[in-house]
């Protein structure tokens, strides 16, 4: 199985922040990657599919990057709404794995 | 609007069975491939199993391989998990989602509120 590493696993920022996670896959994966964003008590929501195509509705701020093995997802100025934890996905092979994620939370 | 709304969770004693049910709104089931993913509380995200839309094409993580079922219904909009010889292990929120695309990439575009499992004697 293909396995996914993010980092880190907490992220300390403040508002108005670039914030950037990193995810790993053991194996190549292309660009069949996507990004989660989960609140508390909540569902995940697909912010990104493809490696960097935002999802209708998601702002702007959020941005994907990467092809391979090595991802980021950035924040360019982090809003409060946006602390949560955030998934890294990979939909490559028949077994498609998860990130541990990566909390991100008010510095 | 897309809805999922998951139900069949509950308590189980291990190596019994569950079957949880997921009704789709909003959109044609038949148009779409659909997943299961769980969370084990406080816990990262699983990948469970995946099926095409027409329910010809059914992967499954290597942990629930020979005992859990995925099937769907699409003329009633009704996703299934038929879980059998359960083990605590299992013992999660279990989501449905649905995947971006008919072919079951695996990608959840649209996630349920989720139906909790608890494996316990």
């Known amino acids: 199985d293909i396995q996914m590493t993010q980092s880190p696993s907490i992220l300390s920022a403040s508002v108005g922040d670039r914030v950037t996670i990193t995810c790993r896959a053991s194996q190549s994966i292309s660009s069949w990657l996507a990004w989660y964003q989960q609140k508390p008590g909540k569902a995940p929501k697909l912010l990104i599919f493809?490696?960097?195509t935002l999802k209708r509705g998601v702002p702007s701020r959020f941005s994907g990057s990467g092809s391979g093995t090595e991802f980021t997802l950035t924040i360019s100025s982090l809003q409060p709404d946006d602390f949560a934890t955030y998934y890294c996905q990979q939909y490559n092979s028949y077994s498609r794995t998860f990130g541990q994620g990566t909390k991100v939370e008010i510095k | 609007e897309v809805q999922l709304v998951e139900s069949g969770g509950g308590l189980v004693q291990p190596g019994r069975s569950l079957r949880l049910s997921c009704v789709a709104s909003?959109?044609?089931?038949?148009?779409?491939?659909m997943l299961w993913v769980r969370q084990v509380p406080e816990k990262g995200l699983e990948w469970v199993a995946s099926i095409s839309w027409n329910g010809g094409g059914i992967a499954y993580a290597d942990f629930v391989k020979g005992r859990f079922t995925i099937s769907r219904d699409n003329a009633k909009n009704f996703l299934f998990l038929q879980m059998n010889n359960l083990r605590a292990e299992d013992t999660a929120l279990y989501y449905c989602?649905?995947?971006?695309?008919?072919?079951?990439?695996?990608?959840?575009?649209?996630w349920g509120q989720g139906t909790l499992v608890t494996v316990s004697s």
């Open positions: 989602a649905k995947d971006r695309y008919s072919d079951y990439s695996g990608l959840g575009e649209e």
């Open positions: 909003g959109f044609s089931l038949e148009d779409s491939a």
């Open positions: 493809k490696a960097s």
